[in-house]
């Protein structure tokens, strides 16, 4: 099984609303990841979480704010996020963390967010 | 100059006809190599997943990579309605987290 699920599908959200993604697998990967997709672009790379640790941020700014509260989760935060924000927010894991071997990521369906 | 090139399309064929994707990078760094397919507002699924030189194939999909030329492709044989999507290829280098993607190609098969 190489599922990662994301709740919610979508979300529409106002500038001073703040609202949570949320990203799970379960297969034991010990990397997670968030990106964000405009249309017709690829995903960009915002955060990577490895063993529950974060390892990478692309300078997202501050009103995206990741956790991981354990292995098998991972949230986004989201406050004051403006309408250039809007876009599929796609959560990725792979099997192992940062410095080891490197393995496929495998992505879950997307959050569509609207920010109004 | 972006690290992988990849043409946009669109690509529009006939069902049953041979397709030919290609991405070419820059980094020579690049290891690992592997192509995402996604439908339209869903998240990418991977196809293909290749280490170094070489093919590899899995059912109608076969995916080369010559590192000598920094060139990789995907075909999918006997394309089908539902092969239609835009096709992404992505890499990265040993050790390394950062996938570097394409810009995805979009691919139609016609009935």
């Known amino acids: 099984d190489t599922e990662v699920t994301q709740t919610p599908k979508h979300l529409v959200m106002g500038m001073t609303n703040k609202k949570s993604l949320k990203c799970e697998q379960h297969m034991g990967h010990r990397a997670m990841y968030w990106y964000k997709q405009k249309a017709k672009k690829p995903p960009e790379l915002m955060f990577v979480y490895s063993y529950e640790k974060l390892s990478i941020n692309e300078s997202v700014p501050s009103r995206f704010s990741p956790e991981c509260p354990n292995s098998s989760l991972l949230n986004l935060h989201l406050h004051a996020l403006q309408p250039e924000d809007s876009a599929l927010y796609l959560c990725?894991?792979?099997?192992?963390?940062?410095?080891?071997?490197?393995?496929?990521?495998?992505f879950g369906p997307g959050t569509r967010l609207t920010v109004l | 100059q972006k690290e992988v090139e990849q043409d946009p399309g669109p690509l529009s064929v006939p069902e049953g006809a041979i397709v030919s994707l290609n991405c070419t990078y820059s980094?020579?760094?690049?290891?690992?190599f592997m192509w995402y397919r996604q439908y339209s507002r869903k998240g990418p699924e991977l196809l293909m997943y290749t280490y170094s030189s070489g093919n590899k194939e899995d059912g109608r999909f076969t995916a080369q990579v010559d590192k000598s030329s920094k060139y990789i492709s995907l075909f999918i044989r006997d394309s089908q309605p539902s092969d239609s999507a835009t096709y992404l290829c992505?890499?990265?280098?040993?050790?390394?987290?950062?996938?570097?993607f394409g810009t995805g190609t979009r691919l139609t098969v016609i009935p």
């Open positions: 992505a890499m990265k280098g040993a050790g390394a987290n950062n996938l570097f």
């Open positions: 980094n020579s760094a690049f290891q690992y």
């Open positions: 990725a894991s792979s099997q192992r963390g940062v410095g080891g071997y490197t393995d496929t990521q495998y």
